[in-house]
């Protein structure tokens, strides 16, 4: 793994935020790199390589790489590092039906429990969504700003359902199949990324009216339509190591 480049997109949190922290930013952001295929399966993490690269020590990537390993996601070797296995395109349907009947729930019940300050969040959220569409592109800040939107905008919803043994839930599904991976997917298709707009319009519609059934729906259907398109990605063969 080659050392960070001034263009990342994401940086670890400073060490005020704690060892725990670092360790889930280090977990979710090599599951995207991963998933995204910018760390090809078959390919090994360095303890050293990787610490270089996101300028931390060896103690957070060993524990991050034992997460990873727990999910099957990498295998440790002793003395040699972690081999990548990644998702096949059937892990990745089966966690995006996963994670969509749990969205769907938070997005149901957000529409009977959102507050003024959180329809203004998520008004705010989904304006800024629309934004990052309008600018999508291949360079980092567009995918930046994309990936923050849509962490907004979804997040948004979860807090708005007030329950948090299902946002727990949920996050750690999402370590399994970040929702920010997929724009690897949608960056190079505008027909795509319209569509994945126009699905966010549509949950944002249902939760501001009060539809609770229609938001779930919609919730669930955006979510495994994101990761059918991602594994429709894979099985194309892209990101993987020729």
Do not use: K
Request: net charge negative; no cysteine; proline share 3%.
């Amino acid at each position: 793994m080659a050392a960070r480049s001034p263009d990342e997109t994401v940086s670890p949190p400073g060490d005020e935020s704690g060892t725990q922290a670092l360790g889930e930013f280090l977990v979710d952001d090599l599951m995207r790199r991963i998933l995204t295929g910018d760390v090809p399966v078959g390919s090994w993490l360095r303890h050293n390589s990787v610490a270089e690269h996101y300028g931390v020590s060896r103690t957070p990537v060993r524990e991050a790489l034992r997460v990873l390993h727990a999910q099957g996601i990498v295998t440790i070797a002793p003395h040699r590092g972690a081999r990548v296995n990644g998702h096949s395109a059937r892990d990745v349907r089966e966690l995006g039906a996963v994670r969509g009947e749990l969205e769907g729930m938070a997005a149901h019940l957000a529409a009977d429990r959102i507050d003024d300050a959180g329809l203004a969040r998520l008004g705010s959220a989904w304006t800024a969504y629309e934004e990052a569409v309008a600018a999508a592109g291949p360079d980092a800040d567009a995918a930046a700003l994309w990936s923050t939107a849509n962490e907004e905008f979804h997040s948004t919803i979860v807090t708005a359902s007030g329950n948090e043994q299902l946002a727990t839930t949920i996050a750690d599904v999402s370590r399994r199949l970040p929702r920010n991976a997929a724009y690897a997917v949608y960056a190079g298709s505008s027909r795509l990324l319209r569509r994945n707009a126009e699905q966010h319009a549509r949950i944002a519609e249902a939760i501001t009216a009060g539809d609770a059934d229609g938001a779930r729906v919609a919730m669930r259907d955006h979510v495994v339509s994101s990761a059918e398109a991602m594994a429709r990605w894979i099985e194309d063969g892209h990101g993987r190591s020729s």
